[in-house]
Nanobody, 125 residues
Framework: QVQLVQSGGGSAQAGGSLRLACLSS????????MGWFRQALGKEREGVAR????????YYVDSVKGRFTISRDNSNDTLYLQMNNLKPEDTGMYFC??????????????????WGQGTQVTVSS
């Protein structure tokens, strides 16, 4: 049984930093990707960052490039999202995701994923 358990997040002032973690159990990461998504109030869930097992390639949505860093520690099966220079528009519920099958690119929130429980990030100006 696959489980994704998130931790971290919370509140920060603009310009501050937060880190999210997502511990996976029962999941085979090899050959796949994992990603972080966020959903602001009244908006659709959007992809923020993703990382691929092959070569560790990472991709980011333009709005977070240079500020957020996605990484995965394979020794403890934990996905991270380091968020620096936070902005009020980063506020939202953040979810980690892992594809249920192979071939999903971890960019579209409508894909077939296992999801973490979500964690709130609130950035005040």
């Amino acid at each position: 049984q696959v489980q994704l358990v998130q931790s971290g997040g919370g509140s920060a002032q603009a310009g501050g930093s937060l880190r999210l973690a997502c511990l996976s159990s029962g999941y085979t990461y090899s050959g796949r990707c994992m990603g972080w998504f966020r959903q602001a109030l009244g908006k659709e869930r959007e992809g923020v960052a993703r990382i691929y097992a092959a070569e560790g390639r990472t991709y980011y949505v333009d709005s977070v490039k240079g500020r957020f860093t996605i990484s995965r520690d394979n020794s403890n099966d934990t996905l991270y999202l380091q968020m620096n220079n936070l902005k009020p528009e980063d506020t939202g519920m953040y979810f980690c995701a892992a594809p249920r099958g192979y071939g999903t690119m971890c960019a579209d929130a409508k894909g077939n994923y296992y999801w973490g429980q979500g964690t709130q990030v609130t950035v005040s100006s």
